[in-house]
């Protein structure tokens, strides 16, 4: 596992939904989840790993790029853009899930990603505007639903909506399960 030694934009205590006043660094709370078992992203070589994998979640949106904040105008963190070019150039897997895959659609061009539907069904897709902002970065969203996955293969990137969708958490888990599952069969492993 690996993170970007930085700090975080900002903490959010969950259990309120708030913002709060302490301040972490994004490396040292990944090695808090991780156990320990992690280093830092500048670390990351394509030629040394089969695959690599982005979790979602909105630290991809705002410590991974400023997404978040920017939008259509964000900007990936050095490291995330050259691991995922180096990646794609040497036509290693690439597998990003929920918000992840702007990661892509910024920095792989014509790269095809999957964020969920494209339209808000009744609240069932809250972030359905995160499709219309992967074509403007210069990718192309591919509808699915979230157990499903979107599979370009000329960029060899896998991408699932996970948390885009408010469904139940197994749904999520099978689409996740789903990306991983396509990740590895792309290696040829």
Do not use: Y
Not at 1 to 8: G, Y
Not at 123 to 149: D, F, M, Q, R
């Amino acid at each position: 596992m690996f993170a970007p030694d930085i700090p975080q934009l900002h903490v959010i205590d969950h259990s309120k939904g708030e913002a709060s006043q302490e301040s972490r660094n994004v490396l040292a709370e990944s090695a808090r989840i991780a156990r320990g078992e992690i280093s830092a992203l500048s670390q990351l070589i394509a030629q040394d790993h089969d695959a690599v994998i982005f979790p979602g979640g909105f630290g991809a949106a705002k410590n991974l790029s400023s997404f978040a904040v920017d939008g259509e105008s964000c900007h990936v963190l050095a490291d995330v853009q050259r691991v995922l070019q180096e990646f794609s150039k040497v036509k290693k897997p690439i597998g990003l899930c929920c918000i992840a895959p702007v990661l892509a659609a910024k920095v792989i061009p014509g790269v095809e990603v999957t964020v969920g539907q494209e339209e808000e069904q009744g609240g069932k897709w809250p972030h359905a505007g995160t499709a219309k902002a992967i074509n403007a970065l210069g990718g192309k969203h591919c509808a699915k639903e979230v157990h499903e996955v979107h599979v370009d293969k000329t960029h060899r990137v896998v991408t699932t909506p996970a948390f885009m969708g408010h469904v139940p958490l197994h749904t999520i888990f099978d689409g996740i399960g789903a990306m991983v599952s396509a990740v590895i069969k792309l290696t040829g492993k």
